[in-house]
């Protein structure tokens, strides 16, 4: 069965810096759009940024231009999300999606498991 692998949360202070990284399982991911959710807690999932699956487009939510990166390698089955100046409103599970048909600005066909990521004051 295709699966989206997320790796790389934690716990870090405030102003510091992680690199979440989402690999695909089947070569088809490929020619995927990707990207990144997350869901805090008591709140619903939001969109965080998503990369086309040429990689030519990104997108980003307004709270975190500036700060955060997505990126893929140049085979196209791995995604990252680079995220520098962390916040503590910036704490949830963070998701990997893939969307087949288009970038997945609202959802996709896929998810990962989520992975933490917690920023202390």
């Known amino acids: 069965q295709a699966q989206l692998v997320e790796s790389g949360g934690g716990l870090v202070q405030a102003g510091g810096s992680l690199r979440l990284s989402c690999a695909g399982s089947?070569?088809?991911?490929?020619?995927?759009?990707k990207g990144w959710f997350r869901q805090a807690p008591g709140k619903e999932r939001e969109f965080v940024a998503a990369?086309?699956?040429?990689?030519?487009?990104?997108y980003y939510t307004d709270s975190v231009k500036g700060r955060f990166t997505i990126s893929r390698d140049n085979a196209g089955n791995t995604v990252y999300l680079q995220m520098n100046s962390l916040k503590p409103e910036d704490t949830a599970v963070y998701y990997c999606?893939?969307?087949?048909?288009?970038?997945?600005?609202?959802?996709?066909?896929?998810w990962g498991q989520g992975t933490q990521v917690t920023v202390s004051s």
């Open positions: 999606v893939a969307k087949m048909t288009g970038t997945p600005l609202t959802g996709g066909d896929y």
């Open positions: 089947e070569r088809t991911f490929r020619s995927y759009g």
């Open positions: 990369i086309s699956w040429t990689g030519s487009s990104t």
